[in-house]
Structure formats: structure tokens, C-alpha cells
């Protein structure tokens, strides 16, 4: 009856809040500009080779260029985990396929995706460094994509019943569903496993900004703050690897405040929970933008167009589909089968292509008889050597390899000396009797050594993961229940994420070669530095997602101990927990091709492994030896969930859902 003060006092167009936002985004407008002209500038065969300096004045600038990649590869992130997962969890039938793609996807080195993407996005972007600019994006979204679109793909398969019987009864188009019910109850999950993909993202920045160019003799280093470690660790300057520490610390704070503590206070209300939690995260740039009027009246902008979009998906009088169980009736069985048939033909003929790929013409096999290995007379790949083998005649190819069979037509004196040389005691004649594959193809006889050296990673991953998981569950489970200590944990956590992995190598690198240790144990640690991480968050948010009126309940009815755990903490994160098993092991094979070779100015450890096979072979462009250490690596990976973790997803979303 009585309006306040408040309301019937004229409002004015900005806020005392606005003299915070506006020059805020001014301020991002200027760094964006700043930012994209510095990736658009021409870079070709005639342009020099691209370096970084180790000056730190410089490190603002490259911190910048950093997280713009970072920012771009979010974004592709988000889009293809909304897309991809929502078919996945939805249609049946792509499902069978779409989840052990992903499985096989997850699992690829960053630097295998490098070596086959380079070529193709420097031809799009001819003459312009934004080919390399999309070459460092995509290595960093395919080390933060997998991650986001596991944990979307675990909310969609895991909702209550009872929210999906009132989105039918509501009568949500399938658009409709996906804002008011999917995306809502996914999100606070899919923030923490967010956070995680951006700073696991950090750990391979460092091989995402140095990339090695066909054509080139030297790497190319993009202005950024990996390309500065990877500089700084070539030179071994210990002191600029300090300055790149520190610039990554204030990096996370920076995303954390603006970007990440908003969107952990915002997604709280999207918690299913019958009574409000006690305490809840808070954020001053969330409540900033909430009171400016400046920052309202933008967000009403594309209100227009959201409401057209709202109303041309809508259902209309039309009755919502309730859910039926997959029928078994003829036509159901003949798209089964169809679908099938289907799936066998493309995998035929995929298979067919690899090979011809892998194992040129003949499939590795001439005259009834396995050819042998046609091996790489410059082991090293180095530039010196390849020009002393081009004097002689041989023909050396872009990736500066020297077959077997390119020396054996041209054999002689000079040819054998630098033979011994190189290569050391080798009969060449000999060696050039055996009917070998082509140049750059690999022999069959090949395959089981590659899969061995799988089997040794395969058994480092299993124990560092399963010692991670022993150690991190407890840990984060005590953190997310408790929000006071997880909103002081969360930058601190991030920062552990963040930071480059790669500037504790060669202290681990120091400490073997000082005391002498075997490296095959020692460097094993290097593959867990970062995907530990992937268990934390995941437990975290598993832990702060619970709702509050079940730990209400648990209080009340006492549970205590073990049953306290077995009752409603490890059913609870049990989903959470299954998602962050997945990617970190998978990330973890993924981070095996720099933790199984590490160097720290001219000392460089080997560990004999699948990730060390892979290492070595890339050369700047995918080559049959990449091809097969990343098949081969994929398949180990693919075997892994299919045995281990796909059951225990299962179990998530026919016992352990909420409702």
C-alpha cells in the first residue's frame, strides 16, 4: 500500500558501481585490440624466424597474448562440449560411437595434434602468423575440451527422474530443455571442471607456443609466456624461469577474480537442494556487475532476440513425449542393424587408409614376404647432418630423416665414413640385402615393440593415478564441504594448476643426474604434476554440489565414520569422481610425451615409453612413426576405460544420481 523511499525516488542512469565497470571494460577493449593486432601481422617463408626475449619487461605482453589463446580456446571449448556431449547423451545410437571417440580422443598428445595441424592451418592462413595463432589455440583446446565435455556428458546422463518428468510435463522443446534444465543443472559441476581445463591448460602452453615448422631448421616461438619457459629452459636461465613463475601467479589471480569467483558465486543457485546452505561463495565483481546499470542495460540487449528464439522453439499446445523405454520391435532392430553395417563399412575403410598410411602400398608385405624396418640413419634428426648426407648425394627430406634406402643406391668410401660416424658400427652392405619398406613408412615387425612400450607407460599411469586418487579424495571432499575454506583454496588450487608443470623438470632433472637415480622411476612423477589436478576440482565440486538438506539429514540421523562415507559422501561424488578418474588418466597418457623426455640445457633423460617413441619421431610434421605411437597410444587408453572406467560410468547413472 505504502511504496519505500526507495522505490519511488527517480533513478538515475548509472550507479556509484558503473565508475568500477566502465572504465573495467574500456580497459578490456583497449587489451583485446592490443592483443588480436599483434596476431595478425604476415608471416611467411620470407619472414624471419619468430623468438621471444627473456627480457621481463616483456612479460606483461606475452602474458596477454597467452591468455587470449587461452580465452579463444575456451569459448571453442564450451561450444563443441554443449554440442558434442548433448548428441552423445541423447541419441542411442551415436552414443556408441561418439563416447569411444572421445575416449580415443582425450588420449592423443598435444604435440601429435601439432605436428598434424600445423600444415593444414598455416595453408588456410597463408601469409599471416594467425595460421600459427589457430595451431597454439587448437593444441590448447584439445588439452581443456575433454575434460568440460566428459563432466557436461556425466550431468546429462545423471539427472533426476523427477526433473526430467516436469521438463515433459512443462512441455520444453528440446531448446528449451537444454537452458532451463540442462545447462542449469550441469553448472556447477561444469565451472570447476572448467577452471581445471583452463589451468591444465597451462601445463602444455609451453609446447603449444613453440612449434616446429616444415621447412624450417628452428622452432618457431610465438610471443607468449610458454614460448618464454620454453626459451628460458633451453638456456637454462634460472632466473627467468623465476619471472615466468611469478607471471603466471598473478595471471590466476587476475582470471580468477574477474572471471572465475563471479561465475562460482553465480552458479550456486543452480545447486538442486531443498534448503539453503549456510555459507555461500561470494564474489565483489559479481555483486559489481549486479548493481552497475551500465553492465544491466547491456546484458538486456540481445533480450529481443533470446525471446524470438524462445518463442519459435516453443511447443505450443502440443503435449510434451513422455519417456519410453527402447523398443525391441522389427523396425527398432533394423536401424540397429542398419546402423551397424554402417559402422563396420566406415570402420573398413578407415582402417584401409590408416594402413596404406602407416605401411605404404602392400600393407607391409611384398611377395608373400614381411618387409623389414627401412631405419632412420640420422637418429637425431640434426641439421649438420643431414647437409653432410645431402653432399653426398642423398636425398634429405624436410624432416632432415635419412632412409636406408635413399644411402644404399649411392654406397661408397665417403658414404661409410660418415656412416661410422654418425650412426657407428654398420655394415651397409649387409643392411642393404633386406627388402625394406618405403621411406618414412613403418614395418609390421614394429607394431609389437610400439605396443610394449605402451604396456611401460600404461604401468606408470595406473600406480601415479591410483596414489593421486588415495591422497585427493579425502583432501577434497574436507574442501568443498566446507565453502568458507574452498573460496580461499580456489585460487590457490588454481595456481597449483597453472602452473607450468615444466619448470619443476629441471629441477627433477638435476636431482637424478646428481644422485645418480634411474630415470625409467624417477621422471614417472613429471606425468602427474598436472593431472592430479583433474581429481581435485572434480572432488571438489563433487563435494560442494551435495545438496544441503542430505548433510542436514546425515547430521541428524548422526552417521558418523565409515558410515558417514559409505552412506552419503562416496555415493554422492561418485560421479564427480568417475569423471576427473577418466580425465586424469587420460591426461595423463597425454602428458607422457614431455614427462618421459626431459632436458635442462644440453642434458636431456630418456624413460623408455610409449610417450618417449612419440617424442622422438615428431619432426614438425605427422609422419607414419607419429601416426602409430598415437594409434597405439589411443587404443591403450580406449582398452583402459572400456575395462575400467565405462562400467564404473554405468554405475554413476543407474544407482549413484539424485533422484
Not at 571494460?25 to 596476431?39: C, H, Q, R, T, Y
Not at 640420422?378 to 648426407?389: E, L
Not at 643392411?431 to 621411406?439: G, I, L, N
Request: a positive charge; glycine letters at 8%.
Amino acid at each position: 500500500m505504502f511504496p519505500t523511499p526507495e522505490s519511488v525516488r527517480p533513478r538515475r542512469p548509472f550507479s556509484r558501481w558503473d565508475f568500477l565497470v566502465i572504465p573495467g571494460i574500456v580497459v578490456l577493449l583497449v587489451l583485446l585490440d592490443i592483443g588480436f593486432k599483434g596476431a595478425a601481422v604476415p608471416f611467411g617463408p620470407g619472414t624471419p624466424n619468430l623468438t621471444v626475449n627473456l627480457n621481463p619487461a616483456n612479460l606483461p605482453y606475452y602474458g596477454l597474448r597467452t591468455l587470449l589463446r587461452m580465452a579463444v580456446a575456451l569459448l571453442c571449448s564450451l561450444t563443441f562440449t554443449f554440442v558434442y556431449a548433448t548428441v552423445a547423451a541423447r541419441v542411442p545410437r551415436a552414443e556408441r560411437v561418439m563416447i569411444p571417440i572421445l575416449d580415443f580422443l582425450q588420449s592423443l598428445p598435444i604435440l601429435g595434434f601439432l605436428t598434424a595441424t600445423t600444415t593444414i592451418f598455416l595453408g588456410l592462413f597463408r601469409g599471416n602468423l594467425l595460421g600459427l595463432e589457430a595451431v597454439s589455440i587448437f593444441a590448447i583446446f584439445t588439452s581443456q575440451v575433454w575434460n568440460m565435455t566428459f563432466s557436461f556428458y556425466a550431468s546429462l546422463t545423471t539427472q533426476p527422474k523427477e526433473l526430467q518428468e516436469a521438463a515433459i510435463a512443462l512441455r520444453l522443446s528440446p531448446w528449451q530443455r537444454f537452458w532451463k534444465l540442462d545447462v542449469p543443472y550441469a553448472m556447477p559441476g561444469l565451472v570447476w571442471n572448467t577452471m581445471m581445463s583452463v589451468s591444465g591448460g597451462w601445463f602444455f602452453v609451453v609446447a603449444s607456443e613453440v612449434i616446429s615448422v616444415t621447412g624450417r631448421d628452428q622452432s618457431q616461438f610465438l610471443p607468449g609466456v610458454g614460448s618464454y619457459v620454453g626459451l628460458a629452459i633451453q638456456q637454462a636461465d634460472v632466473r627467468a624461469m623465476v619471472y615466468a613463475g611469478i607471471t603466471v601467479l598473478l595471471l590466476v589471480l587476475f582470471y580468477d577474480q574477474l572471471f572465475f569467483r563471479p561465475l562460482v558465486a553465480w552458479s550456486e543457485k543452480f545447486k538442486l537442494e531443498l534448503s539453503e546452505g549456510k555459507d555461500v561463495p561470494q564474489s565483489w565483481v559479481l555483486t559489481a556487475l549486479q548493481r552497475a546499470r551500465f553492465a544491466g542495460r547491456l546484458a538486456r540487449l540481445p533480450v529481443p532476440l533470446w525471446e524470438w528464439l524462445w518463442l519459435k522453439t516453443a511447443t505450443g499446445s502440443r503435449p510434451g513425449k513422455p519417456q519410453k523405454p527402447r523398443s525391441d520391435s522389427r523396425t527398432e532392430l533394423a536401424l540397429n542393424q542398419g546402423f551397424n553395417l554402417l559402422l563396420a563399412v566406415g570402420s573398413a575403410v578407415l582402417l584401409l587408409a590408416l594402413g596404406l598410411f602407416l605401411f605404404g602400398p602392400g600393407l607391409g608385405v611384398q611377395g608373400g614376404q614381411i618387409l623389414g624396418a627401412n631405419p632412420n640413419l640420422n637418429r637425431d634428426f640434426s641439421p649438420q647432418v643431414a647437409q653432410q648426407f645431402g653432399a653426398l648425394g642423398v636425398k634429405v627430406g624436410p624432416t632432415r630423416a635419412v632412409w636406408l634406402s635413399q644411402v644404399c643406391p649411392l654406397a661408397g668410401p665417403q658414404l661409410e665414413k660418415l656412416l661410422e660416424a654418425t650412426v657407428g658400427p654398420f655394415n651397409l652392405a649387409t643392411a642393404c640385402q633386406r627388402r625394406v619398406v618405403p621411406p618414412g613408412k613403418v614395418a609390421l615387425g614394429e607394431i609389437p615393440h610400439v605396443f610394449k612400450l605402451g604396456l611401460f607407460t600404461a604401468l606408470r599411469v595406473t600406480v601415479l593415478v591410483f596414489l593421486v586418487m588415495l591422497f585427493w579424495i579425502p583432501v577434497g571432499v574436507w574442501i568443498g564441504l566446507r565453502p568458507r575454506v574452498a573460496q580461499w583454496v580456489q585460487p590457490l588450487a588454481q595456481f597449483a594448476a597453472a602452473f607450468p608443470a615444466n619448470l619443476l623438470f629441471p629441477v627433477f632433472v638435476v636431482f637424478i643426474v646428481h644422485f645418480k637415480l634411474n630415470p625409467e622411476f624417477w621422471t614417472a612423477p613429471l606425468m602427474v604434476l598436472g593431472t592430479q589436478w583433474y581429481v581435485t576440482f572434480n572432488i571438489i565440486a563433487g563435494a560442494t554440489s551435495l545438496p544441503s538438506d542430505l548433510k542436514e539429514v546425515a547430521q541428524v540421523t548422526h552417521l558418523k565414520g565409515w558410515n558417514w562415507w559409505r552412506r552419503l559422501v562416496l555415493p554422492g561424488i561418485f560421479p564427480a569422481f568417475v569423471t576427473g578418474g577418466i580425465t586424469a588418466t587420460g591426461n595423463s597418457w597425454n602428458t607422457s610425451i614431455v614427462a618421459e623426455v626431459v632436458s635442462w640445457g644440453s642434458t636431456t633423460l630418456t624413460a623408455t615409453g610409449l610417450g618417449a617413441y612419440i617424442a622422438h619421431w615428431s619432426t614438425g610434421e605427422f609422419n607414419p612413426h607419429v601416426g602409430l605411437g598415437v594409434l597405439v597410444m589411443g587404443l591403450w587408453v580406449l582398452a583402459y576405460n572400456r575395462l575400467i572406467w565405462r562400467p564404473l560410468y554405468r554405475l554413476a547413472e543407474e544407482k549413484y544420481r539424485l533422484g
